[in-house]
């Protein structure tokens, strides 16, 4: 079974509205890490933001929030003001407590339309 | 500013010609991983090093072999490169192996075989 499901494979957008990028887990660990990276067409990941497993609080990291609904084993990615260079395959990812693999989901490709 | 470097960032390699990629970082990281990213997928781990200790992936092929010299550089040799083997190659590194702990990743090698 897939561990981390990402079911939209690309998505438009206006410039300047908010996105929300799906992302579905599956652990029975109760320790895990959840990060979504950006991947340009560049090929660079870099890395947006991190939830832990244990936090109380949705994470923020400027533009970025994690919708992290803990119940339901989700972690969507918010982008708030998207801007052209937005435009971008995004990764969501987890990492166990009981293993040191960061298994990736398949992907979302944004596309910001001006 | 601390960082994952890789050299070179483009490679061009002839079907069954030994290649290296390089990959160095200042961030002082335990752990060095080798990633494959083929196109339009998520990327895969080949194998770690954790310190010293080299953990290899089930099912990375025995043509792709690491050496890590120290706490800085973590080298990919691809004995024998196959059409197959085309691909992004992404280093990362990370703190050590928690759940929380987040990875950060070079800007890639594209390797290509001809």
């Known amino acids: 079974a897939q561990k981390i499901t990402q079911t939209q494979p690309g998505m438009f957008v206006q410039e300047k509205e908010a996105v929300t990028l799906d992302c579905t887990y599956d652990t029975s660990d109760p320790s895990y890490g959840l990060f979504w990276y950006k991947q340009p067409s560049s090929g660079e990941m870099i890395f947006l933001i991190y939830?832990?497993?244990?936090?109380?609080q949705n994470a923020t990291e400027g533009r970025y929030s994690l919708n992290f609904q803990k119940a339901r084993k989700s972690a969507n990615l918010v982008i708030s003001a998207s801007q052209l260079g937005d435009s971008a395959m995004y990764f969501c990812?987890?990492?166990?407590?009981?293993?040191?693999?960061?298994?990736f989901g398949g992907g979302t490709r944004l596309m910001v339309k001006p | 500013d601390a960082m994952v470097i890789q050299n070179p960032r483009y490679q061009v390699t002839q079907f069954g010609k030994p290649v290296t990629l390089s990959c160095s970082q200042t961030?002082?990281?335990?752990?060095m991983y080798w990633y494959q990213q083929k196109s339009s997928q998520a990327p895969k781990l080949l194998f770690h090093y954790y310190d010293k200790d080299f953990n290899n992936e089930a099912d990375t092929p025995d043509n792709f072999q690491s050496r890590r010299p120290n706490t800085s550089f973590c080298f990919l040799d691809i004995r024998s490169p196959g059409l197959g083997d085309a691909a992004m190659y992404l280093c990362a590194t990370s703190p050590s192996q928690g759940a929380q702990e987040t990875q950060y990743f070079g800007p890639g090698t594209r390797l290509l075989v001809l």
């Open positions: 939830q832990g497993s244990y936090d109380q």
């Open positions: 961030l002082n990281h335990n752990v």
């Open positions: 990812a987890m990492r166990e407590k009981a293993g040191n693999m960061l298994t």
